[in-house]
């Protein structure tokens, strides 16, 4: 079963810009963040997704990674080109959570020691 444990937005010229922190069943890839643009037109463009699976860290580190994406675009104050720029930094820190039963390639976690390092700066 998946939940939005929780959901924030924020008014930028291209659009709202949503985080979800989302709480995903045993058999999915567990604790995740996804970043949205809901555009005018009320179209939706996927901006940035990681997860962390059921791991005895797994809820803290999503809940901080949550709240550091939140505390920059909070920061950036409406300016689309530094949420652009900010986006283009995010879509470089990979980290998905790797299923025993998953077919897709990527590596398993891949950018967590990133995302470890820039919550740790908060």
């Given at each position: 079963?998946?939940?939005?444990?929780?959901a924030?937005?924020y008014?930028?010229?291209?659009?709202?810009?949503?985080?979800?922190?989302?709480?995903n069943?045993?058999?999915?890839?567990?604790?995740?963040?996804?970043?949205?643009?809901?555009?005018?037109?009320?179209?939706?463009e996927?901006?940035?997704?990681?997860?962390?699976?059921?791991?005895?860290?797994?809820?803290?580190?999503?809940?901080?990674?949550?709240?550091?994406?939140?505390?920059?675009?909070?920061?950036?104050?409406?300016?689309?080109?530094?949420?652009?720029?900010?986006?283009?930094?995010?879509?470089?820190?990979?980290?998905?959570?790797?299923?025993?039963?998953?077919?897709?390639?990527?590596?398993?976690?891949?950018?967590?020691?990133?995302?470890?390092?820039?919550?740790?700066?908060?």
């Open positions: 079963m998946t939940e939005i444990a929780d924030v937005q008014k930028f010229p291209s659009g709202i810009v949503q985080i979800f922190w989302i709480q069943g045993e058999n999915n890839c567990g604790y995740e963040i996804l970043l949205e643009l809901k555009k005018d037109n009320n179209q939706h996927l901006l940035g997704k990681w997860s962390f699976g059921h791991e005895a860290w797994s809820s803290n580190v999503w809940d901080q990674w949550g709240v550091y994406i939140e505390k920059r675009i909070k920061e950036l104050e409406e300016d689309q080109e530094s949420l652009d720029e900010f986006i283009d930094e995010l879509g470089g820190i990979d980290c998905r959570y790797m299923l025993f039963n998953h077919v897709e390639p990527y590596n398993h976690l891949e950018d967590l020691e990133v995302i470890k390092q820039l919550i740790a700066e908060l």
